[in-house]
């Protein structure tokens, strides 16, 4: 017997890993400058982990962030 789900299951999993490359843009504010660390609107604690920067941030600097593959990476100072 021919699964008739099949079709739209796999059009599901293709639909969701294309959702998965898609960065997701946030705001933030810097909680700690040294390890860097943010708590992302919304979050009641920090990330567990140091996010990706290039520029040096204060405690209570507001920053946009971008969210992808379980990676966060700070764009700009939120003005």
């Not at 405690?59 to 990476?73: K, L, M, N, S, T």
């Amino acid at each position: 017997m021919t699964d008739v789900l099949r079709p739209i299951l796999d059009q599901i999993g293709k639909l969701r890993a294309g959702f998965d490359r898609t960065p997701t843009i946030k705001l933030a504010t810097v909680t700690q400058a040294s390890p860097l660390r943010i708590r992302m609107d919304g979050d009641t604690d920090p990330l567990p982990f140091a996010p990706i920067g290039v520029s040096t941030w204060t405690v209570g600097d507001r920053v946009i962030c971008a969210e992808q593959h379980r990676r966060v990476f700070i764009l700009a100072p939120a003005s």
